[in-house]
Nanobody, 114 residues
Framework: VQLQASGGGLVQAGGSLRLSCAAS????????MGWYRQVPGKGRESVAAISSGGSTDYLDSVKGRFTISRNNAKNAVYLQMNSLKPEDTAVYYC?????????WGQGTQVTVSS
């Protein structure tokens, strides 16, 4: 499975961005998909996840602001980020989980200015 993320950028606080991640390869084996983020000097944290059935889970600090969605026909996962805060600044990675492996996209930078 290969993952290609896009949609990062620079936005002012309170603004919105939409991240997209397209999967290719053995996509029929994918179960859950999600988004993680990482800032320098810290570990990668899970931001949002969505199961193959559509169940979602969010990091507490993004609940009510971020929405994860998935298009199984397009093998894609999206992260709509609203009311962005400077503390959301990070490199965002998409993630896909199969029964045997976990796959990562290349990361996309999100920078929120105050």
């Amino acid at each position: 499975v290969q993952l290609q993320a896009s949609g990062g950028g620079l936005v002012q606080a309170g603004g919105s961005l939409r991240l997209s991640c397209a999967a290719s390869g053995s996509t029929s084996s994918i179960n859950a998909m999600g988004w993680y983020r990482q800032v320098p000097g810290k570990g990668r944290e899970s931001v949002a996840a969505i199961s193959s059935g559509g169940s979602t889970d969010y990091l507490d600090s993004v609940k009510g602001r971020f929405t994860i969605s998935r298009n199984n026909a397009k093998n894609a996962v999206y992260l709509q980020m609203n009311s962005l805060k400077p503390e959301d600044t990070a490199v965002y990675y998409c993630n896909a989980i199969t029964l045997m492996h976990q796959y990562w996209g290349q990361g996309t930078q999100v920078t929120v200015s105050s």
